[in-house]
């Protein structure tokens, strides 16, 4: 019971401080990591710790689903370098610097287990970085880059993490066994979601009700995860791969009247899930700091926090700058991050809820946990409160401004689809309620178009010509290219809200 009380203690305090984060334009997990350490001060905190494999499945999977059921994939392949770059090049230098240094520190330390410190720490967490970007409005390509990040260096960072821990249970593998392993992993993974998706394409849409269509959204989430996992392939890429290719055909499978509820529910099941995974921390490091002497740990995990910010600003800086060069000597088309942006991709390295979940995975009797758990969190904790903190002043100091992209495809978008409903309406016959429905829709687009202020107008039979008509306009211009997938869901947003409310009228 006091677990319990504790938890809802944590969760309502985790709602105030995101209330609060929002209001000084600071990610909300870095006020939580401040209240997670608190919780491991106070006396009395109850020990609790679930099964290292439920971590991963029941932390990630969820989170990573989420965002990458909404990732930008038209502006990721232009953007793929940086981001490639970003999730392979900076994940393997940041699990070099720490995996030597800790060594180096620790002597006692073995390097597998130093690996895994390298492999736990690497993998930034974009959402708190964007987070704080969207409410300065930075322009869309930081966005893609930092968000695009995020969904493959967790792949990368874990598939070392796993390594490290067969290593150190099992003792050595060859160079040409890893190298093997992750290409078959990476191919059954991609195979695997593939094969998944398509499965629940055509099983989710066929039902209606709101309460059991989520419920088999979360199941599968959490089924596709599992099944990878059996198969000794990657759950995060799977997860990733599954999810983009869910999100495809999303819009033309799922209702309104299940969506926008849906989404709600996945908004808050996140951030639930953020909470909770610091609430754990705090009671698994009230453990260590009641058996053991933790602050000779406060030196080691000092020189990894330095390591793991200053690998990051070295790896975005020299590969921003070589990136700009080669697009220019070679004529490429390729996009390159200015210098400006460049600083601010390098500045966004903190780290939240994987690396939270990879720590308490780790083991019960893993070499070093305690260290390699109490370096961990204070990786999170200083570069969530640091960098998370300094972004805003680093924003305005740079004085980097939005270019505007997504506003213009929204607007382009809005004035397409009610093109494409007045142009559906006029075949729907005459009489009052078709020219009450044209009326409105008229109105819709001058005022798109900047002409008019709106009126409130109601509408009629006719809605569900209309709004079909706008959404295949909506998905010929995702599909085709003409605006991103932001915008998309923009104007997915709006349709289904517009959808719901002449229902009603409809209905009534």
């Not at 392979?88 to 030597?100: H, R, S, Y």
């Not at 529910?265 to 058996?291: D, P």
């Not at 966004?348 to 019960?364: E, K, Y």
């Amino acid at each position: 019971m006091k677990v319990f009380e504790i938890v809802i203690g944590m969760l309502l305090g985790g709602a105030i401080l995101a209330a609060i984060a929002r209001r000084i334009a600071t990610p909300y997990p870095a006020l939580v990591a401040m209240a997670g350490a608190a919780l491991a001060l106070f006396p009395g905190v109850p020990s609790l710790m679930l099964d290292p494999q439920l971590v991963l499945a029941l932390f990630v999977a969820p989170v990573l689903l989420d965002a990458a059921f909404d990732a930008q994939q038209r502006d990721l392949k232009k953007h793929w370098r940086p981001v490639v770059g970003l999730a392979i090049g900076a994940v393997v230098l940041t699990v070099l610097f720490v995996a030597v240094l800790a060594h180096a520190l620790v002597p006692g330390l073995p390097w597998a287990a130093a690996i895994a410190l390298g492999a736990i720490v690497a993998p930034p967490d974009a959402a708190a970085a964007t987070a704080v970007l969207k409410q300065l409005r930075p322009p869309n390509r930081l966005l893609v880059v930092l968000e695009g990040e995020s969904l493959f260096n967790d792949a990368s960072a874990l598939l070392i993490y796993r390594f490290a821990i067969a290593v150190s249970a099992t003792g050595l593998i060859s160079g040409w066994s890893f190298a093997g392993t992750l290409i078959g992993v990476s191919v059954g993974s991609v195979v695997l979601a593939l094969v998944l998706s398509r499965i629940v394409v055509h099983v989710i849409p066929q039902v209606h009700d709101i309460a059991t269509a989520v419920i088999l959204q979360f199941c599968s989430c959490f089924a596709v995860w599992m099944l990878a996992e059996r198969l000794h392939l990657s759950g995060i890429l799977t997860m990733v791969v599954f999810a983009m290719v869910l999100s495809r055909t999303a819009a033309q499978t799922t209702p309104a009247r299940v969506r926008v509820p849906s989404y709600a529910v996945w908004e808050v099941a996140v951030f639930v899930l953020n909470v909770l995974a610091f609430i754990l921390v705090g009671f698994q490091l009230r453990q260590i700091v009641e058996r053991t002497a933790w602050t000779q740990y406060i030196g080691v995990a000092t020189a990894v926090c330095i390591a793991v910010i200053v690998a990051r600003i070295l790896w975005v800086s020299v590969a921003a700058a070589l990136n700009r060069w080669w697009c220019r000597v070679r004529s490429d088309d390729g996009v390159a991050l200015s210098g400006r942006a460049a600083y601010i991709v390098g500045w966004c390295g903190m780290r939240g809820t994987v690396t939270l979940a990879a720590a308490l995975a780790l083991p019960v009797n893993f070499p070093y946990r305690d260290l390699i758990f109490f370096t961990s969190f204070a990786v999170v904790l200083v570069t969530l409160v640091v960098q998370g903190m300094t972004l805003r002043p680093l924003m305005t100091w740079l004085d980097v401004h939005d270019d505007g992209t997504v506003e213009r495809e929204v607007t382009l978008a809005r004035v397409e689809t009610l093109r494409a409903a007045l142009d559906a309406v006029k075949d729907c016959g005459q009489g009052e309620s078709a020219d009450l429905l044209r009326r409105r829709y008229e109105l819709r687009l001058r005022l798109a178009q900047g002409n008019v202020t709106p009126d409130d107008t109601k509408a009629a039979a006719v809605v569900h010509t209309a709004t079909a008509a706008e959404r295949r306009r909506l998905l010929e211009l995702r599909d085709n290219g003409t605006i991103g997938d932001t915008a998309f869901q923009q104007i997915e947003e709006e349709l289904d809200l517009k959808e719901l409310d002449l229902l009603k009228v409809v209905e009534s």
